[in-house]
C-alpha cells in the first residue's frame, strides 16, 4: 500500500481506544492485523494516540503488539503522556475533591462478585475530613 493510499485526506492524527475497538473483547492481545494497520497510518505520517480509562502502566507490554503510540490519553482523560513516557498534562484530584469523593463513597452502594453472586454493599470509607460539612459534595 502506498503512503498516499494510507494517509489521501493528510489526516495528522489516529485516536485509538484499547478495549473494544483495537483490542476485540475475545481477545488478549490488539489483533495482528490491527497492530499492522495502524503502524501502516503511522509509516504514513499519522501519529497515533491511545486514549484508555487505564493508566499508563496498566497497558501490560505485549498488548498492544507493534504499535508505539506517539501519545497516550490515559486516565479517563487526567493524563496526557508522550512517547517517551514524559507527562505534557496531568490532571490530579485536590485535596477537596478527594474526600467529596470519599464522603460521596461513604453513601454508595457498588455491585460487587459475579452475576450469579451479585450482591448489594455498601462501601466503606476509612478516614473522613475534618470539616466535612463544608464541602461541596459530588453530583
Do not use: H
Not at 492485523?33 to 480509562?53: D, F, L, P, R, S
Amino acid at each position: 500500500m502506498k503512503p498516499s493510499e494510507v494517509n489521501p485526506m493528510k489526516y495528522k492524527l489516529l485516536l485509538l481506544d484499547i478495549d473494544g475497538t483495537l483490542r476485540p473483547g475475545s481477545c488478549e492481545r490488539v489483533p495482528r492485523e490491527n497492530a499492522e494497520a495502524v503502524c501502516a497510518v503511522q509509516k504514513a505520517g499519522v501519529k497515533i494516540a491511545i486514549a484508555t480509562g487505564r493508566g499508563r502502566i496498566g497497558v501490560g507490554k505485549g498488548l498492544l503488539r507493534s504499535i508505539r503510540p506517539d501519545y497516550w490519553v490515559c486516565a479517563g482523560g487526567a493524563q496526557l503522556v508522550d512517547y517517551k513516557g514524559a507527562d505534557l498534562a496531568l490532571r490530579r484530584l485536590t485535596t477537596e475533591e478527594m474526600y467529596a469523593l470519599v464522603d460521596f463513597l461513604k453513601i454508595t452502594t457498588c455491585r460487587c462478585g459475579s452475576p450469579s453472586t451479585m450482591r448489594t454493599t455498601p462501601i466503606l470509607a476509612t478516614r473522613s475530613s475534618p470539616g466535612a460539612s463544608e464541602r461541596k459534595t459530588l453530583r
